[in-house]
């Protein structure tokens, strides 16, 4: 191990035998040129345990090291290491997307040219990389084209004790793309996700974990994802969630931003359901490792609105109205449309006292109130079809009408949008 002055920018090489490896460590030697060698990695293993010591600033690695994928780029992001990737064979605008997608900083040729200013820039003064905003390139190349992630993001959420999410969630969705909306549902509820059961979808291979994995290799896009998604109907596509709760740390924090970048970019409208708990799992500064809330906690902070679900009863109105603070408090800017479920008049208050009660914790966008419709949610989730496949309910009139507060359009009948097939 070569200690590096104290003006270069330490770095990490792990090149798994590389051909330009020993121009690389001749080059890092060298005094004065703003980049010294720290230690040279043998594997992947290595690298990761070098940057946690916190002393290195940038790793140069090799695109064919292996192992190498997004949780990778991201544990060293975390490290305070950025990455430059010097590319092995393929050198063409799908390698370099493709390491785009994996969140890396720089990308070299092989000739190691701009090497210098790739290690200094892939280190910012505080020694954590900078995001990538844009698709990577070489030097003196133009950057390949990116669709960019312009749809709009819904994410339903609710407090404990079953309030109806993904009743609200798969409701809002089929409504959407009854309304001639490409829209994509993605069940990410860390903890029993069932849209699959409410949409009778029975395929048990998990949407979300597929396109996890795709986001981890850096192959995951639009055009993948589409793929990965079942197709309800002609606008709807879902990502089914995990088949058993505890495989959620199977779905890393980097791919999952990346799965919600991709599903943006494949629809006008992504629907987001989500858990319950808003809770970090763990207070330790230095803990690494996913949290099972993660997903929530991510898609919270890339909705273009929340939508809050809370059920009717003394209980659940008890529970909305915590969650709401809890909510303010993670994402205060958030737009918010509250959704009070299962209403009815045993309960003895009106719209209105409820109404106020809510508008005493959140400046909502929007106060929906659904009806406790049993027949029509029973045979709905019996048929395993959504709300507007089964016809007229009181519960898909209450539905239509928080989706046109969100949306925008009433609703329209648009015939021949919805098939019984569920296809890929």
């Known amino acids: 191990m070569t200690p590096a002055p104290p003006s270069d920018t330490p770095v990490l090489v792990a090149a798994g035998g590389a051909g330009w490896e020993t121009a690389a460590l001749e080059q890092l030697s060298r005094r004065g040129t703003g980049a010294a060698l720290h230690k040279r990695c043998v594997d992947l293993s290595d690298l990761l345990a ?20 997004a949780d990778t780029v991201a544990t060293l992001a975390r ?79 609710g407090p404990a004790g079953a309030p109806g999410r993904t009743t609200v969630a798969t409701g ?22 069932a849209v699959a059961q409410h949409l009778g979808i029975l395929d048990g291979a998990s949407g979300l974990l597929a ?41 890393r924090p980097a791919t999952f931003d990346d799965l919600l970048a991709a599903a943006a970019d494949l629809a006008g409208l992504l629907v987001v359901d989500v858990g319950f708990s808003l809770e970090g799992d763990t207070a330790d500064p230095f803990a690494t490792g ?12 890339h909705a273009d609105e929340v939508v809050v679900v809370g059920a009717a009863d003394p209980v659940g109105l008890s529970r909305l109205a915590r969650g709401l603070v809890d909510l303010h408090d993670l994402v205060p800017d958030a737009s918010v449309t509250v ?9 003895g208050w009106s719209e209105h006292e409820i109404h106020a009660m809510v508008e005493g914790f959140v400046r909502a966008r929007g106060v929906h109130f659904v009806p406790d419709d049993r027949v029509g949610a029973d ?26 507060g969100l949306l925008g359009d009433p609703a329209a009948p648009t015939p021949g949008r919805f098939r019984r097939a569920r296809t890929r």
Do not use: F, I, K
């Open 50 to 69: 070098s940057a946690a010591t916190g002393l290195a600033r940038a790793a140069l690695v090799s695109s064919r090291l292996p192992g190498l994928d």
């Open 79 to 157: 490290a305070g290491v950025g990455t430059v990737v010097v590319l092995d064979g393929d050198t063409g605008p799908e390698a370099r997307a493709r390491l785009h997608r994996l969140g890396v900083a720089q990308v070299l040729p092989a000739d190691l040219g701009g090497l210098d200013d790739a290690l200094r820039g892939a280190a910012t003064p505080a020694g954590r990389p900078e995001p990538a905003t844009g698709p990577v390139a070489g030097p003196g190349e133009e950057p390949p084209a990116s669709a960019g992630a312009d749809g709009r993001t819904v994410v339903v959420w």
């Open 172 to 193: 809002l969705a089929a409504e959407a793309a009854h309304r001639g909306r490409d829209t994509v549902l993605v069940d990410a509820d860390p903890y029993g996700g």
């Open 211 to 251: 396109a996890a994995r795709a986001a981890n290799a850096g192959e995951l896009d639009a055009v993948r994802l589409a793929g990965l998604a079942r197709t309800v109907g002609g606008r709807l596509r879902v990502l089914t969630g995990l088949p058993r709760p505890d495989r959620w740390p199977e779905v």
């Open 290 to 301: 996913p949290q099972r809330n993660h997903m929530t906690l991510a898609a919270l902070s």
């Open 339 to 347: 959704v009070v479920n299962r209403t009815r008049s045993t309960l």
């Open 379 to 404: 045979r709905a989730l019996m048929a395993g079809r959504s709300l507007v496949e089964t016809g007229d309910s009181a519960l898909r009139r209450g539905l239509s009408a928080v989706a046109d």
